[in-house]
């Protein structure tokens, strides 16, 4: 459904010393998404993530490389392909001038909507985020789980085909972040691609059929969760020692047990699971 | 394309629509300043040509107001680009992107309207003789649209509302009061005047003069104020599509 061919991304900023030096903020990613899909990009902040949805998005254009919808380069036709997109920004980005329904309804004619169309899937998006009696609401008076809510529901009037999310659950609470989860579950169940990117490891294990996990701008690996934890081993084992915090990965518990006999200080043993895979590619914890 | 202009000019109508009270009270208060100040207090012992300096004065601030208006209208896209970036929405939507910048314009055009109607009221009701014509409305528009542009482009390009009002400062307000508003640009040395002279605001303060006294129009200046609109509209195009670098 949507491949990307070795795309690139530079930027102009100024370094230390003000002098400006070309950053490159993707380099050569190369991936393919498959159609009904939750694709999750999981990288630490400033891996490129944003940077990448906002090319797929035609927020803004690739130094270098392809990017096609359907086997259709995104430069042929960008109108038609941005009519099957939705895009949940990180930033919540209302237009604090209108309320909620307003801005509804402004994305509603953005994509040309019949206005009896339009009212009542904004009524229906409304409803299934949980935030119907807010249509004459100004968004700042709503809270951050509700504008989120919104950001998802905004970026579904128009039955998008993919849905992009980028960082959909940032700065949420446990409860919320579960709720959200639940939405792009059903989403997903509905046929929608669903493309998301996120530094919270679990959300990616818990939502993803496959992730891609990136750093520094670059494509490290890309399999499902459970190919990624298989890869290093069921079974972790966690211990603590003169050299720092230790980690062993096993293909059985037994394997395990008998590891963890042999240390002088107590271990732990549990399954292994994404932020394990993602540490050893990347070699960096989570969100640094 | 005419529907996601319509979209464009449709967000602002209803912002300005719930504002429209306080909107147009806000543009009563500085023509009414200029008047009472200008045209009723100091100009009431001076005679303009066969007419009052009043009768000189109206064109002129109609000139500087709506450039003002319409320049002021299109300033807050700078936040909407930066703190709010609520502009994405209209990038990753399937429109074009002149659609999006004619709308605006569109829009700041109408809150120039509103406020240069108002200056007209105003003058009417402190005894200025006016000829409005659908030639003088056409003038009026073109200033608006030249300076709705000059609104966009710096909105795409200024980072802060600090820089938007270095705009006000060096650009705006200097011309407002020389470009032949308040006294003609005759009066001034060559070398400033030639100067004055190619500024769209003077082109407009004489073509509006020059209509409402019934003299003849110099079409040379209709002419300099469309190349303004088209450089304008240009400029405003690349300014938007640099978002996508």
Not at chain 1, 249 to 268: I, K, P, V, W
Request: charged content about 20%; proline content about 4%.
């Amino acid at each position: 459904m949507i491949k990307i061919q070795g795309l690139i991304k530079e930027f102009q900023v100024k370094n230390k010393d003000k002098k400006t030096v070309t950053k490159r903020a993707v380099d050569n990613l190369s991936l393919h998404v498959k159609p009904g899909e939750i694709f999750g990009i999981l990288g630490p902040n400033g891996a490129g993530k944003t940077t990448t949805i906002r090319m797929l998005t035609m927020e803004t254009k690739p130094t270098l490389g392809e990017i096609y919808y359907n086997g259709e380069s995104i430069k042929k036709n960008p109108l038609e392909i941005k009519k099957l997109i939705g895009v949940v920004p990180q930033h919540i980005n209302f237009d604090n001038d209108l309320t909620v329904g307003e801005n509804m309804e402004l994305h509603g004619r953005l994509h040309h909507m019949s206005s009896e169309k339009r009212k009542q899937r904004i009524q229906e998006m409304l409803d299934f985020v949980e935030l119907g009696d807010t249509i004459n609401r100004m968004p700042r008076s709503l809270s951050g789980g509700m504008k989120r809510r919104l950001l998802i529901a905004r970026s579904l009037i128009h039955e998008p085909k993919i849905l992009f999310m980028d960082e959909p659950t940032v700065a949420l609470d446990p409860q919320v972040r579960r709720r959200i989860w639940d939405l792009i579950r059903a989403l997903a169940a509905k046929g929608t691609t669903v493309i998301i990117t996120t530094h919270y490891i679990e959300e990616a294990e818990a939502l993803c059929n496959r992730v891609a996990i990136v750093n520094k701008g670059k494509l490290i690996a890309i399999d499902t969760p459970e190919a990624f934890c298989k890869s290093l081993g069921r079974i972790t084992v966690e211990w603590d020692d003169a050299d720092g915090h230790q980690y062993q990965f096993f293909e059985s518990r037994q394997e395990a047990a008998a590891f963890a006999g042999t240390l002088e200080h107590g271990a732990h043993i549990r399954r292994t699971n994404l932020e394990d895979a993602f540490i050893e590619l990347t070699g960096r914890k989570e969100g640094v | 394309m005419l529907q996601d202009i319509c979209t464009v000019f449709w967000r602002d109508w209803v912002v300005l629509k719930r504002r429209l009270p306080k909107f147009i009270l806000s543009r009563m208060v500085a023509p009414m300043l200029y008047l009472v100040a200008f045209g009723w207090g100091l100009g009431r012992n001076i005679q303009v040509g066969s007419g009052s300096y009043l009768d000189f004065l109206v064109p002129g601030i109609m000139a500087l107001n709506s450039m003002n208006i319409s320049y002021n209208s299109l300033t807050p896209l700078c936040t909407e680009r930066i703190y709010h970036r609520s502009i994405g929405e209209y990038i990753i939507a399937p429109m074009h992107f002149n659609a999006f910048i004619i709308g605006k314009i569109l829009a700041a055009v109408l809150r120039g309207l509103i406020s240069s109607a108002i200056i007209m009221i105003l003058a009417l009701a402190f005894g200025a003789n006016l000829n409005i014509t659908p030639l003088f409305v056409g003038i009026l528009i073109l200033n608006c649209i030249i300076f709705a542009e000059v609104g966009f482009f710096a909105a795409m390009k200024m980072d802060s509302y600090e820089e938007l009002s270095q705009v006000n400062t060096y650009v705006l307000l200097p011309m407002s009061f020389l470009c032949g508003t308040f006294f003609s640009t005759r009066t001034l040395p060559e070398v400033f005047r030639w100067f004055i002279d190619v500024l769209p605001l003077t082109h407009t303060s004489y073509l509006l003069r020059g209509i409402s006294t019934q003299s003849p129009v110099a079409l040379e200046s209709v002419a300099v104020l469309a190349v303004y609109a088209i450089i304008g509209f240009i400029l405003g195009n690349k300014a938007f599509r640099d978002q996508l670098k």
